[in-house]
């Protein structure tokens, strides 16, 4: 059981450049969810779907798309980065919606 | 809207110290309540959690209470050790939110040997 696994686990890219996070998790959890993390600021849900064919916005979507490709993996895209968008992103999932298990996160600077 | 206030940090202890650290919450209703932890480098983990007034959490020697008179879920442990050091990170789900957790800002905890 690898649980939430995320790619690439650090990404450089230059202002306006497009990329897109992977996140996929083993566990059979119809939820999933993604997340940044900021210095000070704990972690802001970005994104998040409740079930398979689900989105809906979370407290910070701007500049970001998400797609539910199947129920294991929910991936998120920037379609062009800016230096705002430089963070730690941490994917999570979750069965019940109480208890979330979360990714190791991806580093991404923005230049 | 929902917010979770938490004690600033960064702490730093000695072993077998005590711990509190301080978190309070703001929401409607009867939010679910947990501490998550982050080791240094991965994701974060669930610690513990309560689901309702005076509900008491515990895991791994760690222990906070629900209380709804005062808004608070604060983490304590009787004697921490070196490999308590990480970020913690109180949170909460507001029934009726679509399972969003609301997260306090995070406290760096270093305990020296």
Known sequence: N??????????VLKTGQSMTLQCAQDMNHNSMYWYRQDPGMGLRL???????????????????????????EFS????????????VYFCASSDTGETQYFGPGTRLLVL | GDSVTQ???????????????????????????????????????LLL???KADDKGSNKG????????TTSFHLEKGSVQVSDSAVYFCALIRSGSARQLTFGS????????
């Open chain 1, 2 to 11: 690898a649980g939430v696994t995320q790619t690439p686990k650090f990404q």
């Open chain 1, 46 to 72: 970005i994104y998040y779907s409740a079930s398979e064919g689900t989105t809906d916005k979370g407290e910070v979507p701007n500049g970001y798309n998400v797609s539910r490709l199947n129920k294991r």
């Open chain 1, 76 to 87: 998120l895209r920037l379609e062009s980065a800016a230096p705002s968008q430089t963070s």
């Open chain 2, 7 to 45: 004690m600033e940090g960064p702490v730093t202890l000695s072993e077998e110290a005590f711990l509190t650290i301080n978190c309070t919450y703001t929401a409607t209703g009867y939010p679910s309540l947990f501490w998550y932890v982050q080791y240094p480098g991965e994701g974060l983990q």
């Open chain 2, 49 to 51: 959690k309560a689901t």
């Open chain 2, 62 to 69: 760690f222990e906070a209470t629900y209380r709804k008179e």
């Open chain 2, 106 to 113: 995070g406290t760096q905890l270093t305990v020296l040997p």
